[in-house]
């Protein structure tokens, strides 16, 4: 079945570090452009005679408008994030959506997000839309703790640091846990792989909600984790891959 294409216009461009970028866009021929925070959209360009499709979670949330949010990883001999990466300000692209069901449970509990690079930008999209970032006001977490644990390799490399950590400030119920696996010994926030935060975080609990998105290596670790070390039920372990 063929999906019916929308036509987006990028409208900023943001470096985030060497590879990754930040890219905002706005929907054409559209009042609004309505997903549900954790969801993606999937860009169809051509490459010679064929089209290319490919997914990208979305980094925002849903506002009153058409504007929407990615953020993307350069990749070696790659096509589509190469692509996008090239775009300029004014540069019109395809894409279908939004799809995926990787979004919020409707029975509110404690939750944690855990992510590794850019697996970060659905969980942007969500705390900025439970917390009345998306320019709404209106707080949907409820008083429930939300934690983010993201994990990377080097300082560098923490996408969105400054907000996170400004909301971290802002709101007591968000709880921010950037941690590096080659940290510099400037480094003073935590260190080690994001499976070694969440155990301290969940300790005995089995109540929580936890998301996790990543590449497989993380999300399996941190699954196995807690279903069969932890024991929790497979239901509130929600998890999307990106290979």
């Not at 439970?130 to 939300?146: A, I, M, T």
């Amino acid at each position: 079945m063929e999906h019916a294409l929308l036509k987006a216009r990028l409208t900023r461009s943001i470096l985030l570090s060497e590879k990754t970028k930040h890219l905002e866009f706005e929907v054409e021929d559209a009042p609004a452009f309505d997903f549900v925070p954790g969801q993606f959209i999937s860009v169809r360009e051509p490459r010679g005679e064929k089209f290319i499709t490919r997914a990208y979670s979305l980094a925002s949330p849903p506002r009153a408008d058409n504007t929407f949010d990615l953020c993307l990883n350069r990749v070696d001999e790659g096509f589509m994030s190469n692509y996008l990466c090239d775009r300029a300000v004014g540069d019109v692209v395809n894409l279908h959506g939004p799809h995926g069901v990787f979004v919020l449970k409707p029975d509110v509990d404690d939750m944690i997000f855990v992510a590794t690079g850019t697996g970060v930008a659905p969980f942007r999209s969500m705390a900025q839309h439970l917390f009345g970032r998306d320019g709404s006001g209106q707080d949907r977490h409820y008083g429930r703790q939300v934690h983010l644990v993201y994990g990377t390799r080097y300082p560098e490399d923490v996408y969105y640091r400054q907000e996170f950590e400004q909301l971290a400030a802002e709101e007591p119920d968000f709880h921010y846990t950037p941690t590096l696996s080659r940290p510099p010994e400037s480094w003073s926030g935590a260190r080690g792989y994001v499976q070694e935060h969440v155990r301290q975080i969940v300790g005995e609990r089995k109540d929580m909600h936890v998301y996790i998105c990543g590449l497989n290596e993380m999300v399996s670790a941190t699954r196995k984790l807690l279903i069969e070390e932890c024991g929790w039920e497979k239901k509130r372990v929600i998890y999307e891959r990106y290979d």
